[in-house]
């Protein structure tokens, strides 16, 4: 499909976060266990990584598993694991050949070294491409990032190398996942909830929203295209008056 033909238009979104949910219910409809779900959901990555490219998004950060999805059960939680291995052996390659960089973003240290490996191996591939980003975030949550970025400058402050008044909001951004990358402008979550789960807290301080009932291993480009649409018919005010409209009458 060209997307030129059914996007209106305008820029961005730059970077797109998605809470990629669904893949439970997805499965318990056709009768399947949430297995058979995530590996539905898995399939959808592909096409939706070279859809974003197309469509002149810079990064594209997906939530693959969060710091509290340990609490379910066991053997979920191995074929969670065993498909992020397998995605990262067979589709780095790929995904240089493409130019995306691809990075996983959250805590490690609770992974199996072999998962480590095929993380930090995922990673080196990619390194160099430079036409877009794909994150992961893997053992990732919102509140864990922000703490982590806390210990850091309080190390700095103890080992006496930063003075406590130079911590801004400037300087904790850069020490939180994602900093490097745009801002995240659209953050969609599928399946229908509208909660945030402790993904990307501080950095979707001014990201715009876009929920849709679509179960994430139906979400295609059709449900892209929707979200993307959706963006760029918002008005992004960051707290002030929209460029064309109650600013002229002030
Ligand atoms: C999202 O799908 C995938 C992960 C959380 C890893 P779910 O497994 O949460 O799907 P539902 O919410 O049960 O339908
Ligand atoms: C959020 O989905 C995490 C991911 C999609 C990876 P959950 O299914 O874990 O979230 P809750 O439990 O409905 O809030
Ligand atoms: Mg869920």
Redesign the pocket.
């Known amino acids: 499909m060209d997307s030129a033909e059914v996007l209106p238009p305008g820029e961005g979104p730059r970077h797109i976060a998605i809470?990629?949910?669904g893949n439970?219910r997805w499965a318990a409809r056709r009768g399947l266990l949430p297995s058979a779900g995530h590996k539905a959901g898995v399939e959808r990555i592909r096409d939706l990584v070279s859809a974003c490219g197309d469509r002149g998004v810079e990064a594209l950060t997906l939530?693959?598993?969060?710091s509290?999805?340990w609490q379910r059960p066991p053997k979920e939680v191995e074929l969670l694991m065993s498909l992020f291995h397998s995605y990262l052996r067979k589709e780095a390659a790929r995904m240089c050949e493409e130019g995306i960089r691809l990075r996983v973003v959250g805590r490690r240290d609770r992974f199996s070294a072999r998962l480590q490996r095929a993380i930090a191996e995922a990673e080196g591939i990619t390194r160099e491409c430079s036409r877009g980003n794909l994150v992961i975030?893997a053992d990732y949550g919102g509140r864990w990032d922000i703490a982590n970025a806390a210990r850091a400058l309080a190390e700095e402050v103890a080992a006496g190398v930063r003075a406590p008044d130079s911590i801004t909001e400037g300087v904790l951004t850069d020490y939180l996942q994602l900093a490097d990358l745009p801002p995240v402008d659209l953050l969609i979550?599928s399946?229908g909830?509208q909660?945030i789960?402790?993904?990307i807290l501080w950095q979707a301080a001014y990201s715009e929203f876009y929920f849709t009932d679509a179960l994430?291993p139906d979400f295609d480009e059709r449900e892209l295209d929707a979200a993307i649409t959706a963006y760029r018919r918002r008005d992004r005010r960051y707290g002030g008056r929209s460029s064309d409209g109650l600013a002229a009458q002030a």
């Open positions: 809470i990629m949910d439970g939530f693959a598993f969060s509290e999805n975030a979550r399946s909830e909660r789960s402790n993904f994430w």
